[in-house]
Each structure stands twice: as C-alpha cells, then as structure tokens.
C-alpha cells in the first residue's frame, strides 16, 4: 500500500536554538514523550527528514543526535518486526552513550562530517568492527570482525554511528533477502512480498525510514533490483569508483561494488562522496575528487538523448505490465526536454548470459571454494552457492579468458551506443516483487527458468559493461507494486548519470509514494 503524504519541513529546517525550540515545535524525541500518539504507518518528522536535511538539523543544533537517535531506536522497534530489515541491532544503552558524545563532540566544536550522530547500518556482506558480520551464513552467525571495510572506516570518519547492519540473501546471493540466520526481509510497500536482493535490508530500511540513507553491493542488480522493488535510489558505479575490501584477492574481482542508496538522488550521491575515491588497499580503485558529488546536480537536460533497450526485442522475458510501467515513466524524461529512442546493441544475449554464467562462476568459487572443500561447512551452504562453486570448479583457464574478451566485445558495444546516446535506459526487474516465501521465479510469461538468478538476466548487461548505473522508480501497477528503470551511463561518468536521475526524479515525485507501514 502506497500513501502519498508530504511533511512540511520548512519550520523544522529553520530551527537554529536548539533543543528548547525542537521541544516546542513538537518535532523533537520520540512522540510518547510529548504525549501524542504517532499517526499509524506515518513516520515522525525526524525519520521522515532526507539525510541531507537531517545532516543540516544535526550541524545547526536544531536536533540533537540523542533526539534522532531515540527517534530512529523508537522506529525501528515499532517496525522492523514486520519487515526485518535491520539486524544484529546493538544495545540502545550503547547507541544513546554513543549518540550522546557525539552530541559532545559537536558542543566543542568537533564536527567530525556530514553523517555527525546518523544512525546507520551496514549491509551483512561488508566487514563491521566489533560488529557481527554474517555474510547471510550459518558459518559465519557469530563471526565478529576484528577491522573494517574500507568504505566503513569512511563512514565513521564522516560521523555516522554504526547501529548494526542490514539483512542480506546468503553470501549475497540470489535478488530474494532471504538466509537461515535472520530470515526473510519483506518489502516496504507490501510485506508479503519479497524485498529483492541482496541489498534487500538496506532498501526496505531506507524506504520505510528505519535508516537516513544506506550502502549497499552490486554483483548481480543488487543495489538496483531491491531499490527498484522499494521505490528508492540505487547507485553502482563506475567499476573501482569505490574501493572494495580489505581483501585477499585484489585484481580478479570486477563485478561487484559498493554503492550508495538514498530516497533522494542527492542523498545518494552525498554517500558516494563519503565512500569514494582512491585507498592503496585495493589497487584498481579510482583516484577522484569527491566533493562534486555533495554539490548541485542540477544540469540542463534539454536535447538529451535516451537509448530504450527495453525487452531486447523479446529476448528475455517479462512479467505482463512491467513494460507498461516503464513505459508510462517515459513522459517524465520528456518533461526534462530528453528524447527516448528505441535501440538495439550489436549483441547476443545468448552470448552475454553465457558470459556471466562464466564469470560468475569463477569469482564466485574463488570466494567460497575454501568452505566448500569442507564437507561439514559444504553442507551448511544453499544449494545456490555450491552450485556456483561446482560449476567454478569445471572451468578451465581458456574458458575464462574467453568470458573476459567476449565481455570486452559487450563494453565495445555499449561504448559506441554512447557515441549516440547520452545513458541507455532498460527496466530493472523483468517481474514485480513476488511472494515473500518464494525463494525465485520458476517462470516468466510461460517461459521457464533454467538457473536461480536467469529471471534477474535483465541487469547483467549494465553489470558486465562496469558503466555507472542508477535505478530511478518508475511507478506502480495496478496492485501498487514498485517497479523501476536502469539508467546506464559511459565509463567513468558518474556524475553525469547521478545529474540526469535527479532531473528525472524532479519530474516524476514518485518517492513521494510512500509506503502505508505496517506495524
């Protein structure tokens, strides 16, 4: 269920006297303590802040990082019960001591960053210090990491407060959040339905209010498909943008990536500059200046040109009325003065699903292949990943250098509809968010499905081509379920993508459509 409601922050944003005029707006700790009963599925008007407006309340005194944290604790526990979003929360006597010397911190002058006193929660693949970090495993349920990922190490420098980490399919695998640790998580608008995955936690906490703003993966969709399914942001980038790990394999991985997720691009992109940027711990990382990602985003869309590649003339199936929904989504690129083309790159899909399967494969085994040679740990994994590791493990070193030059020949293809077009659009998901007990779809329109992720084949092509890639929503059907659209930009210009995805949710005000929580 989807309530278009619209808080009017504007007084909350002027508040510069602190806590005493929070208290008299009524706009300040949880509403028990003022005595009011909460609207039922609304959240209050802390949680209901972007981050980037909470990060000003916080900088301006206007709310204390006691207030949002208590406001944030209350939150969730009155809502995670349903959608299980957020998990291995730690101690709220621990998270008030930690809000309340960040409150100290600011009192003297020590502003540490833009996320100063944000609650946030990582999701369960990146490594947490002295929090448990379970990879979505049963071997890993009391696994507590002794340093952080690099991206984390950037968020506490920036001030953000680590309240424990968002939930996660097994070792992130498969688009549905489901694992035999924490179980399923549920989507924001409809909680019998699937949250999409394997940033699923950090969508539907995002997108019910339980966190500010959220980082996320991407291998396989992952940051786009549950953004997508939660009528959110999601950002990859552009292949070493972020810096991954620590890690001990640190030249073969170049599929998966941190990114940011935001309801609003601008919080988005506000994370990536937090998470961005060179670390000599990971070698392929880009070197860049940040800041443009905290800045405007405004441009002039006038004249831009936008490649549809929709379907790919039939060669992958859709659920009826995906199509319609992004179609009908088209109108806000035109109301941006952007032009839509029907296009077709020069490419097999047989060929590019063949490539995945064989990249995927081979990273995937080298990541797991230690578990799995343990018969007792091989037997505590989903049969998804052994499935993985087996077919690794029939590869052969030709076959992967073949995989690597015919993904070469998709950025080749990619590279000259840029010559053309300034992004290239397709939709996110080929189904809408399904039943949550569902651990995949069997079928679309007829058409069966031959491994656990081909239904999600849709995403691959933004995935192997390493381009910058953001999912903008795109609507709902006629049962209120999300939908979204992938924006894929040229290599490297992420900012120019992050631009045009703001222009479009300018247009189209579809975050505006929030979920009616059920609590």
Known sequence: M????????????????????L???GLGVSASAHGATPQPGIPSEIVALSATELSSAIRQGSVSCRDVMTAYLDHIERYNPTYNAIVALRSRDV??????QADND???????????????????LAATKGITTTLGSPLFKDSVPEQDAIFVERLRHAGAILIGKT??????????????????????YDPALCAGGSSGGAAVGLATHMLPVADGSDMMGSLRNPAAYNNVFGFRPSQGRVPGGPSGEKFYQQLGYEGPMGRTVADAARLLSTMAGFDSRSPLSLESDTRPYAGT????????????LGDFDGSLPTEPGVLDVCRQAFAYFEDVGAQIEEARPDFSMDELWDTWLTLRHFLV?????DLYVDEAKRAQMKPEAVWEVEGGLRLTGLEIFQASAARSRWYAAMDALFERYDVVALPTAQVFPFDAETHWPQEIDGRRMDTYHRWMQIVTPGTLSGCPVVNVPAGFDSRGRPMGIQLIGPMHQDLKVLKIAHAYEQASRLTQQRPQLVG
């Open 95 to 100: 998270l008030m001591d930690e809000a309340e």
């Open 297 to 308: 985003l405004d441009m002039d869309t006038t004249g831009l040109k936008v490649a549809w």
């Open 106 to 124: 600011l009192a003297r002058g020590n502003y540490r960053g833009w996320m100063h006193g944000f609650p946030h929660a990582v999701k369960d």
């Open 167 to 188: 939930n996660t399919p097994e070792f992130g695998l498969g688009s549905q959040t489901y694992n035999t640790v924490y179980g399923i998580t549920r989507n924001a």
């Open 2 to 21: 989807t309530t278009p409601y619209s808080l009017d922050r504007r007084d909350f944003l002027k508040l510069s006297a602190g806590a005493g005029m």
């Open 365 to 369: 085994s080298g990541g797991l292949h």
């Open 23 to 25: 208290a008299a707006s």
